[in-house]
């Protein structure tokens, strides 16, 4: 059965740091490209940031840019989320999901992916 399980979120003050991370099961993540997504009530799904198969490049959306990091190791069938410099609008329920695509490019819309995991739970507040 293939499944992508992500870490426990949790409670984190302004300005902190949280690394979220993504175990796939059942299969490797060698040549899927890699997303992260975030939903706060009443908002719609949105994408945070991607990693392609080959060559890691990666995408972030422009909210995030210079505080938040994608990384995969494949060794260890694992893709990393690190979350710096946190703010109460990163408040969300936070997603990983793949999509099997060899290349050097990531999609940025939810809809392509075709693996989720069941999300956790990023607060930031004081």
């Known amino acids: 059965q293939l499944q992508l399980v992500e870490s426990e979120g949790g409670l984190v003050q302004p300005g902190g740091s949280l690394r979220l991370s993504c175990a796939a099961s059942g299969f490797t993540l060698d040549g899927y490209a890699i997303g992260w997504f975030r939903q706060a009530p009443g908002m719609e799904r949105e994408g945070v940031s991607c990693?392609?198969?080959?060559?890691?490049?990666?995408n972030y959306a422009d909210s995030v840019k210079g505080r938040f990091t994608i990384s995969r190791d494949n060794a260890k069938n694992t893709v990393f989320l690190q979350m710096n410099s946190l703010k109460p609008e990163d408040t969300a329920v936070y997603y990983c999901?793949?999509?099997?695509?060899?290349?050097?490019?990531?999609?940025?819309?939810?809809?392509?992916?075709?693996?989720w995991g069941q999300g956790t739970q990023v607060t930031v507040s004081s």
């Open positions: 999901a793949a999509k099997a695509q060899r290349g050097s490019w990531c999609p940025g819309d939810w809809y392509e992916y075709n693996y």
């Open positions: 990693i392609s198969s080959s060559e890691g490049r990666t």
